[in-house]
Nanobody
Framework: QVQLVESGGGLVQAGGSLRLSCAAS????????MAWFRQAPGKEREFVAV????????FYGDSVKGRFTISRDNAKNTMYLQMNSLKPEDTAVYYC????????????????WGQGTQVTVSS
């Protein structure tokens, strides 16, 4: 069974950068698209970015487009999220997950959610 573990979160000032990692425990990581979601207190889980199994295709949520970059290294069973120009509204718990359904923008299409990593952006 695939297990995903996020890391790299922390406290950063507005305008700063962080890089999140999502490490998978099994080689099945290479077979499916993967995505990042985030959830702020009192809000629904929000789509951030998705990447194809090859890494060639990527799509981003409107709120992070141009600031965040998703990537993956299948040899290391790891996916990344480079976050630049961070804003206080980016504060949330960030999760990675594996796409198994049809709608890559919806959290219900994903499985094998990690435990999340907290990102806090101070103003």
């Amino acid at each position: 069974q695939v297990q995903l573990v996020e890391s790299g979160g922390g406290l950063v000032q507005a305008g700063g950068s962080l890089r999140l990692s999502c490490a998978a425990s099994a080689s099945t990581f290479t077979n499916d698209p993967m995505a990042w979601f985030r959830q702020a207190p009192g809000k629904e889980r929000e789509f951030v970015a998705v990447i194809s199994w090859s890494g060639v295709s990527t799509f981003y949520g409107d709120s992070v487009k141009g600031r965040f970059t998703i990537s993956r290294d299948n040899a290391k069973n790891t996916m990344y999220l480079q976050m630049n120009s961070l804003k206080p509204e980016d504060t949330a718990v960030y999760y990675c997950a594996e796409l198994v359904g049809d709608n890559w923008r919806q959290s219900s299409s994903y499985t094998h959610w990690g435990q999340g990593t907290q990102v806090t952006v101070s103003s």
